[in-house]
């Protein structure tokens, strides 16, 4: 699968169309009793209400105060579903979806509706099952999208995703907000050298829909990958019923392993070995530094991370989950699948 590529005259086209708004008018956001003024082109549509990050986000950006970094971006409206047949989801939707009216969001009953209001989307269903169905009704009505993790439950489906966008020419990443933890940012900035290897956990909750690491082992995984790239060839997987430890091994011979946690004390980190120093990975601070990245990422339609590295990533879970079946045995990963 090809990188994405996308070109400023597309994204500039692509976001006049979505900024039209059709049949909707651009009034001011009321919240906490402060009308706060829409700019065209920033208004933000929610795509699921049975996760977290969903209320995190729009709280951030409907705050009154909001960080100047987020240049007047704001959450408008929001389609609740998500999952209903995942039982942590379907408690979290009512709950959820009371919380985020509070921030001045309108709550509408169709994903069509909801493109018709908004200029760019925050697909955060909670269940990467719907991915690909909710994914391809925002690519194709041309509106710039971040999907949270998972980016789908299979690589299968991911790629499908990938493939849609390129087609329309329409912005799509994917990623955990692990990834632009501060230590992470440095090493990829090349502050301490080369990577030679890396150690990353995180815990590891089984979800029975999703193959393992799909559902939350994916933010160990995301940070293992980055600081190591892409280039992971083969992949072996340790399992009990408490922990699952996979090593990676790459092209150029390093190694890189993740260690999944589902007993005693649980936390995201790491270490990673450069050439200059052994760098702790975090801590994690939340997701401040995602929606950073998400909201340049809606200014100038350059995807942060590439298609090639998350569909890497998928590949690399899958694999896992293979040679976990086959009861360790290594897996060569085919990210041509």
């Given at each position: 699968?090809?990188?994405?590529?996308?070109?400023?005259?597309?994204?500039?086209?692509?976001?006049?169309?979505?900024?039209?708004?059709?049949?909707?008018?651009?009034?001011?956001?009321?919240i906490?009793?402060k009308?706060?003024?829409?700019a065209?082109?920033?208004?933000?549509?929610?795509?699921?209400?049975?996760?977290?990050?969903?209320?995190?986000?729009?709280?951030?950006?409907?705050?009154?105060?909001?960080a100047?970094?987020?240049?007047?971006?704001?959450?408008?409206?929001?389609?609740?579903?998500?999952?209903?047949?995942?039982?942590?989801?379907?408690?979290?939707?009512?709950?959820?979806?009371?919380?985020?009216?509070?921030?001045?969001?309108e709550?509408?009953?169709?994903?069509?509706?909801?493109?018709?209001?908004?200029?760019?989307?925050?697909?955060?269903?909670?269940?990467?099952?719907?991915h690909?169905?909710?994914?391809?009704?925002?690519?194709?009505?041309?509106?710039?999208?971040?999907?949270?993790?998972?980016?789908?439950?299979?690589?299968?489906?991911?790629?499908a995703i990938?493939?849609?966008?390129?087609?329309?020419?329409?912005?799509?990443?994917?990623?955990?907000?692990?990834?632009?933890?501060?230590?992470v940012?440095?090493?990829?900035?090349?502050?301490?050298g080369?990577?030679?290897g890396?150690?990353?956990y995180?815990?590891?909750?089984?979800?029975?829909t999703?193959?393992?690491?799909?559902?939350?082992?994916?933010?160990?995984v995301?940070?293992?990958?980055?600081?190591m790239?892409?280039?992971?060839?083969?992949?072996?997987?340790?399992?009990?019923?408490?922990?699952?430890?996979?090593?990676g091994?790459?092209?150029?011979n390093r190694?890189?392993?993740?260690?999944?946690?589902?007993?005693?004390?649980?936390d995201?980190?790491?270490?990673c070995?450069?050439?200059?120093?052994?760098?702790?990975?975090?801590?994690?601070?939340?997701?401040?530094?995602?929606?950073?990245?998400?909201?340049?990422?809606?200014e100038?339609?350059?995807?942060?991370?590439?298609?090639?590295?998350?569909?890497?990533?998928?590949?690399?879970?899958?694999?896992?989950?293979?040679?976990k079946?086959?009861?360790?045995?290594?897996?060569?990963?085919?990210?041509?699948?």
């Amino acid at each position: 699968m090809a990188q994405n590529t996308y070109n400023r005259r597309n994204f500039i086209k692509t976001a006049t169309f979505a900024g039209a708004g059709i049949g909707f008018s651009m009034g001011p956001l009321s919240i906490f009793g402060k009308d706060i003024p829409l700019a065209k082109g920033k208004r933000i549509g929610i795509i699921g209400l049975d996760t977290t990050h969903s209320i995190a986000f729009t709280k951030a950006l409907n705050d009154p105060a909001a960080a100047p970094e987020y240049s007047g971006y704001h959450v408008v409206a929001a389609y609740p579903y998500g999952s209903r047949d995942i039982e942590l989801c379907i408690k979290r939707i009512p709950v959820q979806t009371e919380e985020i009216k509070k921030y001045g969001v309108e709550i509408v009953d169709s994903i069509a509706t909801l493109l018709k209001m908004t200029d760019v989307i925050l697909l955060e269903t909670n269940d990467g099952r719907l991915h690909l169905q909710q994914a391809l009704q925002v690519i194709q009505a041309g509106k710039p999208l971040f999907i949270d993790k998972p980016m789908a439950a299979s690589y299968a489906d991911a790629a499908a995703i990938f493939r849609a966008a390129e087609k329309h020419q329409i912005p799509v990443f994917s990623a955990s907000s692990l990834r632009f933890m501060t230590a992470v940012q440095n090493i990829n900035s090349g502050r301490y050298g080369k990577v030679s290897g890396a150690d990353t956990y995180s815990p590891a909750t089984i979800e029975k829909t999703h193959p393992d690491l799909f559902w939350y082992g994916i933010h160990g995984v995301e940070t293992l990958f980055a600081v190591m790239g892409t280039g992971c060839r083969q992949v072996t997987c340790f399992s009990t019923l408490d922990t699952d430890v996979v090593v990676g091994q790459w092209d150029d011979n390093r190694t890189g392993t993740f260690r999944g946690l589902r007993a005693g004390k649980t936390d995201f980190g790491g270490t990673c070995f450069c050439e200059q120093e052994i760098i702790p990975l975090g801590p994690y601070l939340g997701y401040a530094p995602l929606l950073k990245a998400i909201i340049q990422f809606f200014e100038s339609g350059k995807p942060p991370v590439s298609s090639k590295e998350t569909l890497e990533i998928l590949a690399f879970m899958e694999a896992a989950s293979t040679s976990k079946s086959q009861g360790g045995k290594p897996i060569t990963l085919n990210n041509d699948k």
